[in-house]
């Protein structure tokens, strides 16, 4: 146990900060900052898709290609919301996103740092009744991450090809395309109110209205 691991240790602002904001408790902090770090295999203090395909689970995933996509999205757009929010625990990172607002690099920016990933993982953290929730992992954030997996080109609408493209890697080639196509175009035609082809959020909030989002979107952290 309590060996040293000087070089891994986060600053105790920084595991109070990104307490508040998450709602993860010290040790579970603790804990995703090992994983942070042995993913992070060239000791970067940021990870880079590449380190995250190289996760077994995600890797083995057909959908862990648009998952680590949602993730990088979703760290990007937190990032503009919360101004750079807490610090980061990397000495070496470049100032590029540590000011308030976004600039063109933000948008381009292709690395997840500590607090984006604890961000992105706390929308997976379980709903406790008697705790007040935290608006990361709440039914509508949820909701958006699922959103984001579908919507490629980020433009806030599913598109019959989106919804394609993903029902493909789902169910592979077990299912002729042409039954794909009827499958996605049958879909859209459900969820589509307003009636222009496309999916919007709320289109797709209104389909699974009935669906246990908080429970199916929950990973158990270790205490
Ligand atoms: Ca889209
Ligand atoms: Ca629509």
Same mark, same amino acid.
């Not at 077994?56 to 949602?70: S, T, W």
């Not at 919007?200 to 952290?221: A, C, G, H, P, Y």
């Given at each position: 146990?309590?060996?040293?691991?000087?070089?891994?240790?986060?600053?105790?602002?920084?595991?109070?900060?990104?307490?508040?904001?998450?709602?993860?408790?010290?040790?579970?902090?603790?804990?995703?900052?090992?994983?942070?770090?042995?993913?992070?295999?060239?000791?970067?203090?940021?990870?880079?898709?590449?380190?995250?395909?190289?996760?077994?689970?995600?890797?083995?995933?057909?959908?862990?290609?648009?998952?680590?996509?949602?993730?990088?999205?979703?760290?990007?757009?937190?990032?503009?919301?919360?101004?750079?929010?807490?610090?980061?625990?990397?000495?070496?990172?470049?100032?590029?996103?540590?000011?308030?607002?976004?600039?063109?690099?933000?948008?381009?920016?292709?690395?997840?740092?500590?607090?984006?990933?604890?961000?992105?993982?706390?929308?997976?953290?379980?709903?406790?009744?008697?705790?007040?929730?935290?608006?990361?992992?709440?039914?509508?954030?949820?909701?958006?991450?699922?959103?984001?997996?579908? /919507? =490629? %080109?980020? #433009?806030?609408? +599913? *598109?019959?090809? !989106?919804?394609?493209? &993903? $029902?493909?890697?789902?169910?592979?080639?077990?299912?002729?395309?042409?039954?794909?196509?009827?499958?996605?175009?049958?879909?859209?035609?459900?969820? /589509? =109110? %307003?009636? #222009?082809?496309? +999916? *919007?959020?709320? !289109?797709?909030?209104? &389909? $699974?209205?009935?669906?246990?989002?908080?429970?199916?979107?929950?990973?158990?952290?270790?205490?």
């Amino acid at each position: 146990m309590g060996n040293s691991r000087s070089s891994l240790q986060l600053p105790e602002e920084d595991i109070a900060n990104i307490s508040k904001e998450t709602g993860f408790t010290a040790n579970q902090i603790e804990r995703l900052w090992s994983r942070f770090s042995s993913l992070d295999k060239q000791q970067k203090g940021h990870l880079t898709r590449e380190d995250f395909l190289r996760i077994p689970e995600l890797a083995i995933n057909p959908l862990g290609d648009r998952i680590v996509h949602a993730f990088f999205r979703d760290s990007r757009q937190q990032q503009q919301n919360m101004g750079g929010g807490v610090g980061s625990p990397d000495p070496e990172r470049n100032g590029s996103s540590g000011g308030n607002g976004s600039t063109a690099d933000d948008m381009e920016q292709e690395v997840v740092n500590f607090c984006d990933f604890v961000r992105v993982l706390a929308h997976f953290r379980p709903l406790k009744k008697n705790v007040e929730k935290n608006k990361l992992n709440g039914r509508e954030e949820k909701l958006r991450f699922a959103f984001r997996m579908y /919507d =490629l %080109d980020g #433009d806030d609408k +599913i *598109s019959k090809e !989106e919804l394609l493209a &993903v $029902l493909t890697m789902m169910v592979g080639a077990n299912i002729s395309e042409d039954q794909l196509i009827s499958i996605a175009e049958r879909t859209i035609m459900e969820a /589509d =109110l %307003d009636k #222009d082809n496309l +999916i *919007s959020f709320d !289109e797709f909030k209104n &389909v $699974l209205e009935r669906t246990d989002v908080e429970q199916k979107m929950s990973i158990r952290f270790l205490d």
